[in-house]
């Protein structure tokens, strides 16, 4: 087994499906036969570039699932055959921040799948991956591949709701009903939220966020966004916001939303800087954090599919063949309708 089948991006808006050579490991890694990688949002705009994460060649995909193939001689928990899923954060373990049980703000980690200037990890477009014993997370039989692969997005989530002050019966609005603003609206249904408000430009993500847990959907292009959570909100604004876009639109609108005292956690990055009505945060006393990858938080993800308080089937637009994954990309960076989340499988 020396050579393998992997969807390399050799130059930006070049993804090619060819042979390359299978990964070798270090002692303390596994060698994962890959069973299911989902395109995320960063590996599309990676891929042109606009990012500068993604820089060629590399091999993208970090959010993947799959069965050891083989394990380094210092692995001892885990064996051939067991089936895995696995963080998209790749840290020393003696680092100040992982020591201190931050390892996703790590100044050594990297990233499965991208390629920058501080480093360039290959990732799980491909029939295997190389991963690091540490950062694995068994899969129940009765968890799917598919499921699995779901993980890393949905502790990006969870993560982002366990940084944020949130009382039960808290009015919360939830910007952007993309893959990670259905999560966000998933896990506070879970946690006993009260109002979740779903804001989108999108009627299609909007009805699905309603169906997923959202009481009430807003598309701001219809509606003075500002009046209306005012008066769902007896006219105090939200207890706290979730922007889960990145531009400064969401940003914004996430500020005045929101009532005096209020939370408002940064979970997007589409847009690298953003300006801010800086006193209106200030003089209402606002708390504004952001929120970065996951840290542990896949066992509860894992636990929350399997008893059914996640739903990733409604999530999963398509599921194709790696070899066919440059077409998928493709419709991915040109916004086709209805296209969400496409899995990947070698």
Not at 133 to 138: D, N, S
Not at 224 to 229: F, R, S
Not at 241 to 262: D, M, S, Y
Not at 293 to 305: K, R
């Amino acid at each position: 087994m020396s050579v393998m089948k992997a969807l390399v991006l050799e130059e930006y808006d070049k993804l090619v499906y060819k042979e390359v050579p299978v990964p070798d490991i270090a002692r303390d890694e596994v060698l994962v036969r890959v069973e299911a990688c989902g395109i995320c949002g960063s590996d599309v705009h990676g891929m042109d570039g606009s990012t500068g994460r993604r820089i060629p060649p590399v091999i993208m995909g970090h959010e993947a699932s799959g069965v050891i193939e083989r394990a380094g001689r210092d692995i001892k928990k885990w064996r051939p055959g067991d089936r895995v899923t696995f963080d998209s954060t790749i840290y020393p373990l003696d680092d100040w921040f992982s020591l201190r049980g931050a390892y996703n703000l790590s100044d050594n980690r990297m990233v499965l799948g991208v390629s920058c200037k501080e480093f360039h990890r290959n990732g799980a477009f491909a029939e295997y991956v190389a991963i690091p014993g540490h950062i694995l997370t068994g899969v129940p039989d009765g968890v799917s591949f598919e499921q699995a692969a779901m993980l890393e997005p949905i502790g990006v989530a969870l993560h982002a709701v366990r940084l944020t002050p949130i009382d039960v019966d808290d009015s919360v609005i939830v910007f952007g009903a993309g893959m990670i603003g259905l999560f966000l609206i998933q896990v506070l249904r879970s946690t006993g939220s009260g109002q979740i408000i779903a804001v989108d430009i999108e009627n299609e993500k909007l009805a699905l966020a309603k169906e997923l847990g959202a009481t009430v959907a807003l598309n701001p292009s219809d509606c003075d966004l500002q009046k209306e959570v005012l008066e769902l909100t007896e006219t105090r604004g939200a207890d706290v916001a979730f922007e889960a876009i990145g531009i400064p639109q969401t940003v914004n609108a996430a500020v005045t939303c929101v009532r005096k005292g209020a939370t408002v956690t940064l979970v997007g990055n589409l847009t690298p800087v953003v300006e801010l009505p800086l006193q209106m945060v200030v003089s209402r006393q606002i708390r504004l954090q952001g929120s970065c990858a996951i840290c542990g938080e896949f066992p509860t993800a894992l636990a929350m599919i399997a008893d059914g308080r996640i739903v990733v089937e409604r999530i999963i637009s398509a599921t194709a063949p790696l070899k066919d994954g440059a077409e998928w990309f493709r419709r991915l960076h040109q916004k086709e309708k209805g296209l969400m989340k496409v899995i990947l499988k070698p």
